[in-house]
């Protein structure tokens, strides 16, 4: 059914949905965010699944949005790169909303929407030698449909910390930042997210959903104009010199015209 994310189900109910471009560091192309905007969907009605994890396949969590398909949208007029932007929001949302508890399992770089996808878990948990950085800003372009969930996980005080630098934090500091929960040698990974996983399993389901959703009206989630603003934000920056240029370079293999 789906090519670019698996989804497991073990008998107790506990589904693993997993990034599988692995070829690509899980880059996330217009392709994977309709499937798992699909995948959350499904998941959030199937009454056998308790809990889900969100992992990934192959040696990166996830290396962000695919840079050929941003590339492709700087041809596009405004309407359809407003709806290409869209897809990105979308999908955190349905995974935001998601009415199980979202577990995150993180290891080897999570960069740019993979930072996105952190800040939409209940709980993350990464390994000490993870690498993560909002990367927008070194190719001309802004953090801006994974914003509302990032500066709702991490507040604007801390966010600004590295939100618009690009630069590269480890574990430890996204534990600091409120991304992770908490960062364990890579052999304890697997025991760290089920230690997270298994007291729900005693929870009632119902409950567990009411709860989550009561918590999030109450810390205040992101809202549908946070949202909408932020789809807007991108679909601009992509139309400006400075994001022509910083993704020409990426590809290009060469350094961006204001590296100094």
């Known amino acids: 059914m789906f090519e670019t994310i698996t989804i497991e189900v073990d008998g107790r109910g506990v589904a693993t949905l997993s990034l599988a471009r692995e070829e690509k560091h899980n880059a996330m192309s217009a392709q994977m ?30 290396a962000g949005g695919d840079l050929a398909w941003m590339q492709a949208q700087m041809g596009m007029d405004a309407e359809t790169r407003a709806a290409e932007a869209g897809k990105l929001a ?38 000490d030698t993870l690498k993560m950085a909002l990367t927008e800003t070194k190719l001309g372009i802004i953090p801006a449909t994974i914003g509302p969930y990032v500066i709702a996980r991490m507040g604007e ?16 500091e996204a534990v600091e930042l409120g991304l992770l929960s908490r960062a364990v040698p890579e052999a304890e990974l697997d025991a760290a997210v089920e230690r997270e996983v298994a007291p729900y399993l005693a929870c009632a389901p119902g409950a567990v959903a009411a709860a989550k959703k009561l918590a999030q009206d109450l810390g205040g989630a992101a809202t549908e104009e946070a949202v909408a603003m932020s789809i807007a934000a991108l679909a601009a920056r992509w139309q400006t010199e400075e994001a022509a240029e910083g993704i020409g370079a990426f590809f290009e293999k060469r350094k961006a015209a204001w590296v100094v």
């Open 90 to 127: 979308t999908m955190l949302g349905a995974l935001n909303r998601l009415p199980k508890p979202l577990i995150g399992r993180l290891h080897g770089n999570a960069f740019g929407g993979g930072v996105g996808m952190a800040a939409v878990c209940d709980v993350a948990v990464g390994v």
């Open 157 to 172: 005080g801390r966010a600004r910390r590295v939100f618009m630098s690009g630069r590269v934090f480890d574990g430890a």
């Open 33 to 62: 965010l309709e499937e798992l905007t699909q995948a959350a969907d499904d998941l959030a009605r199937d009454d056998s699944v308790r809990v889900v994890i969100l992992a990934a396949k192959g040696r990166t969590f996830c």
